[in-house]
């Protein structure tokens, strides 16, 4: 929002949300009618058809460039601008889609009021040399003095301070303006196309290639990585006149005064307004190597769908906890295109940068799902993957690389321990989180607990929660025999007099963990508080009863861009087992965290608590997820 809002700042479909796409709905169901319907053959008009098409290309395009943007940045290679990117600015700019919308609708506005757009030719040179002469003359000229009174006090504090609230730009930032702002802009890039039509020489080229173009450079000059390669202006100098680059308009949004063009910088020249640091920033960005990682963190996808809620997918999706939306099978062509990409390509990515004290974090995927943990047949190509990622942050010099979720299976690795036994000359540290784990688990049990309900399948973590209980003299009751054997032979004689097979379930704090069935859930009694110690969250059956998250902690407010959030978890919510390599670094422990072996669980918490990360309380996990 605009530091002082002005009259039409506020987009009219606001109101109707998630549903401000139904707008457009009559005139899309018109034109399929008109053409598929109609006996009347003159009133077939592909270009009417293609119009809503057309929109959805356009949303595609945009999105390719956000992800490749998010994905550029988080390597860090060209990188033009550091600072980061926090959740207000994903909240600001998730509305970039409708500038889409409107112009959807002007274009069905202006095809029903202009016999002469109707049957426009897919071809037409004249037109594209006139859209090409308008753009060049009428349009960069009349952009360029509306972006200057955009920039007097009275028109910037109540509209294009909106846009420039981002700093640290990304593609759809360039979309960012209050509705009023659009209008204009919109009659302005509106003369090419309204003159060809009115002189019959537009086409559907000239048309779509026109708004692509717009969306291209618009992408483009917002995306902050250098992309335009030094060989272009060497073999035509004049080009430096026609065309911007992305760390040419960076410099506006950091130096504001400067750099008003829209896409050719020749006003800016003439009108001597150029950012005499044009160049040398555009030189370093493109020399520009990203920063090696101190830590990272390796986890993996988990459904198809989880694409979308990766910070490389949709950002709106991506800032809240992950859940399943109805949606989401509409999307469906896209989701199995994504699958088909992951297997090709098959190879470990960069998903997201941050920054902690002097620490550089990454955290990087493997392109598998949840479901592929599972498959036998699976296991040794994910293991390959694993290790070649262990191997990559050797040879880097990272310092740390902690496993996140299914990556430390101990079905899988062991808990890690597999790769350190093939690789023991490797000097990353290799870290699985269990320790943090158990103490986040541990310091979740309201004060005064007396006993709890171990259930779900056992693991390292399951384990130790055991053994720390039993020995600190609170009774543990298994739901199930086995597990009440497992555990019982790992523990000593008086801590063992703990460990009891339960035969009723009165204990309101259950810790449970994957395989935890629905039936075991209902025998617990009404406002009991699970409390998962796994990777995954149970499923909820129970509604009269609690859920906390999976293991995790709080950020410190210093824990720099953080715009997406880790699955499921709250915004500025990170799991135990990624906060874990962070303090292994922090704290320059020189021992591997895999296999059997645990840190002190107090000494851990102790280090968590000293560099600001803060336990989740119960009361805001549920208000969370209120």
Known sequence: MASNPGILTEWPWTWLGNFKYVVLAPFVANSIHSFFMSEDKSKRDIGYLIIFPFLLFRMIHNQ???????Y???KGDNRIVDKTIEFDQVDRERNWDDQIILNGLLFYYGYMKLERSHHIPLWSTNGIIMT????IGPVEFLYYWLHRALHHHFLYSRYHSHHHSSIATEPITSVIHPFAEHIAYFLLFAIPLFTTVLTRTASIVSFGGYITYIDFMN??????FEIIPKWMFSSFPPLKYLMYTP??????????????????PMYDYIYNTLDKSSDMLYEKSLERQGQLPDVVHLTHLTTPESIYHLRLGIASFASEPYTSKWYFWLMWPVTLWSMIVTWIYGNTFTVERNLFKNLNLQTWAIPKYRVQYVMQWQRETINNLIEEAIMEADQKGIKVLSLGLLNQDEKLNNNGELYIKRNPQIKVKVVDGSSLAVAVVLNSIPKGTTQVVLGGHLSKVANAIA??????GQKVMTLREEEYKKLKSNLSPEAATNLVPS????????LVGDGLSEDEQLKAPKGTLFIPF???PPRKVRKDCFYLHTPAMVTPKHFENVDSCENWLPRRVMSAWRVAGILHALEDWQEHECGSMMFDIEKVWKASLDHGFQPITIASAFESKA
């Open 72 to 74: 550029r940045t988080a």
């Open 247 to 264: 760390s040419y308009h960076s410099l506006h949004h950091t130096q504001f005064r400067t750099n008003y063009s829209l896409f050719m």
């Open 467 to 472: 053994l720390a209980l039993c020995q600190g």
């Open 64 to 70: 390719i460039w956000i992800s490749l943007s998010r």
């Open 132 to 135: 090409v002469l308008l753009h």
């Open 219 to 224: 992408n483009m000059g917002h995306c902050n």
């Open 503 to 510: 035969k009723n379930y009165a204990s309101k704090i259950w």
């Open 534 to 536: 796994s990777q995954f």
